[in-house]
């Protein structure tokens, strides 16, 4: 079998540690004086289970590629990376002021419309807060 036909993507998590990078007073403290201390711009998950379901999502997706290449030459997954790269463009300025999902496009070309992820049920920005609400149901304004 292939390499590039697995179905489930290999485990990048650390299982040791190494003793270099810690102070050699306090074993298991990072010594920030001796070692430069990365600032990443994006926060990183400290869950080992989100990065591993990251690296499952993008290894489905290479496999699905990689299975229509077989079948209808380069030409199938080209187009639809690049009908991918149209939509994630230009995404988001209508369903967003009509109210919908910011991503539907971009889930329907990734077979993914059946799904609902937590920004489907919990988007980004909060409108109004929940004492607001309360009052607008109730009709008692403060």
């Known amino acids: ?8 993507p290999p485990a990048h998590y650390p299982t040791t540690t190494s003793p270099f990078k810690f102070a050699p ?8 004086l001796r070692t430069t201390v ?3 711009t994006q ?4 869950h080992p289970l989100e990065s591993r379901l990251k690296q499952w999502r993008a290894q489905q997706d290479a496999l699905k590629m990689e299975l229509l290449r077989r079948q209808f030459g380069i030409a199938e997954p080209v187009r639809r990376a690049v009908e991918l790269n149209i939509v994630r463009a230009g995404e988001g300025v209508v369903c967003k002021e009509l109210g919908g999902s910011s991503k539907v496009h971009e889930e329907i070309l ?5 799904e609902v ?3 489907d ?4 920005e909060v409108q109004e807060g929940f004492r607001r609400e309360m009052e607008g149901l ?5």
């Open 1 to 8: 079998m292939s390499s590039n036909l697995k179905i489930v």
């Open 38 to 40: 990365a600032n990443p």
């Open 121 to 124: 049920v919990y988007p980004g």
């Open 43 to 46: 926060p990183t998950s400290t």
């Open 117 to 119: 992820d937590w920004e």
């Open 138 to 142: 109730m009709g008692v304004r403060i």
């Open 25 to 32: 007073s306090a074993p298991g403290v990072q010594d920030s």
């Open 110 to 114: 990734m077979g993914r419309e059946a």
